[in-house]
């Protein structure tokens, strides 16, 4: 008598076998396209240059290209099978349209997940901070649950990054964590009913975008898309402190949601209580947890330096005990949680008289998350300060004057170099000259550059020294991701 064959086996080739994710009869039922070959892929790519070993490839169309152009290069990685809207010699599964088909394998992902195991979804979005609000709620969980968490990767957050990612969650998942983006009123709207979440999260409203938008106001009315896929009797996260606060929550009440707000307003239901640096960098920060068990005090470690970090780690928190996770687990993964890249990463590298430090900000701007970081660079130890910054795009009408205004916190940060790059931050350089001696402590220490390249030889004309520590921040079109790489590349 033969064995039975498993339902999930391990997929893919050498030591990076992993276990099954679909087989080519569910992603035939779930697409309702027709499977051609008998497979199953453990992981789900559209990028032919990230698929891997079993992977299944989506041959998506986009207003420039079309998928079906990479399959060889998707084959010739190992990708098990494709999704395909023509017939291929290799497994696959055809159907009408693939762009809808990796929407509805999405919906079956969500569908099996809860079905299998229950699993709690929280969805992720705000002007500021959603990344690694996502990653950090995303580790809470991981450890509540003992590895049975999933999330969306990188910045997968628009309308083809949720679908993926949630057709990417295991069967066996207890926790999702999805983070959704928009540049456009209503997009939000549609990436809620895929997530269609028990827990929805807004870290902050700020002037991202705002050029698409016209307001804060309309930014608020945007982000707060989120509460319509709630699932009944979901909960709204939100931050007391946000001059936004009484809209989001009136919006998330209208969807009949629960309310956790956070923050250090008196009314927060987590509230900060006090928040003191720690000797790694990071924070020690006590709050106060209002809920049907009455009030509770708690503390916790964040790694990551700077002031909204504390309060990101409030937002964490809050979505942690709205999913029903572990807040001690929560205060642990906080207390190792590092910088991602792009978004807090720090690189010790070699100079003359010791290391430079640099704090990798590349991935985003906006004026909020500028001033933040401006002012953790502040606080950062340092023999010399050194601030490279991007220009903030998106902005339209507003951006001139919201460059302009970034000469205060380069001021109050004690910068005793601004490298400043793109056509945009020319009106900063042009403030930063008016301002001479009271903006940066040195007249004429700024340099106006175009682009990643011309920063890089200020920089090292500027000799960077031991104790130097150099900021590196802008929106990621202008490429400063360029510069971290080209010092980091000598880092011991």
């Not at 809920?291 to 928190?317: F, I, K, Q, Y």
């Not at 900000?361 to 401006?374: H, I, K, V």
Request: net charge neutral; hydrophobic share 45%.
């Amino acid at each position: 008598m033969s064995a039975l064959k498993p339902l999930r086996w391990p997929v893919g080739s050498g030591s990076r076998r992993r276990l099954a994710l679909w087989s080519a009869d569910e992603i035939a039922a779930a697409t309702g396209g027709t499977a051609s070959g008998d497979f199953q892929v453990a992981g789900v790519e559209i990028d032919s240059r990230d698929v891997r070993s079993g992977d299944l490839f989506f041959a998506l169309k986009g207003e420039s290209t079309d998928g079906h152009r990479f399959l060889d290069k998707a084959f010739a990685n190992g990708a098990a099978a494709a999704v395909v809207d023509r017939p291929i010699a290799e497994p696959h599964v055809l159907v009408a349209d693939t762009n809808a088909a990796l929407e509805a394998l999405a919906a079956a992902a969500r569908r099996r997940a809860w079905d299998k195991s229950g699993a709690r979804i929280i969805g992720v979005t705000g002007s500021v901070g959603k990344t690694g609000v996502k990653e950090a709620i995303f580790a809470a969980l991981q450890r509540h649950c003992n590895g049975t968490a999933h999330r969306s990767v990188r910045s997968y957050n628009n309308h083809v990054g949720v679908p993926l990612s949630l057709a990417r969650m295991p069967e066996g998942s207890r926790y999702g964590v999805f983070e959704m983006g928009m540049n456009h009123a209503g997009e939000i709207a549609g990436l809620t009913a895929q997530v269609r979440p028990h827990v929805a999260v807004i870290t902050t409203i700020a002037p991202a975008h705002i050029e698409n938008l016209g307001s804060e106001e309309a930014i608020a009315d945007a982000k707060a898309e989120i509460f319509a896929g709630l699932e009944k009797g979901g909960t709204a996260v939100i931050p007391a402190d946000s001059p936004h606060f009484a809209r989001l929550r009136d919006a998330a009440q209208a969807q009949g949601a629960k309310v956790l707000s956070f923050g250090a307003s008196a009314d927060a239901q987590m509230r900060l209580i006090d928040a003191v640096p720690a000797a790694n960098g990071g924070s020690l920060v006590t709050a106060a947890l209002r809920d049907a068990r009455g009030d509770r005090h708690l503390c916790w470690s964040v790694a990551a330096p700077g002031t909204h970090w504390v309060e990101n780690s409030l937002c964490v928190m809050a979505a942690v005990h709205a999913a029903g996770g572990d807040l001690g687990a929560a205060g642990l993964a906080l207390a190792e949680m590092g910088g991602l890249k792009g978004r807090g990463a720090r690189h010790r590298v070699p100079a003359p008289g010791g290391h430079v430090l640099f704090i990798d900000e590349s991935y985003n701007a906006n004026p909020a998350s500028m001033r933040a970081t401006l002012a953790q660079l502040g606080q950062t130890p340092a023999t010399r300060r050194i601030a490279v910054l991007g220009s903030m795009k998106e902005l339209g009408d507003f951006s001139p004057a919201f460059h302009a205004q970034l000469a205060e916190p380069v001021a109050e940060a004690g910068v005793d170099y601004a490298v400043l790059v793109g056509e945009e931050m020319r009106v900063l350089a042009s403030e930063l000259g008016k301002a001479g001696a009271l903006a940066l402590g040195k007249p004429h220490h700024f340099a106006h550059c175009t682009n990643p390249g011309e920063a890089i030889a200020a920089l090292e004309e500027w000799g960077l020294a031991g104790g130097d520590v150099v900021l590196v921040k802008g929106s990621n079109s202008v490429g400063l991701a360029r510069v971290v790489s080209h010092f980091a590349a000598r880092e011991g």
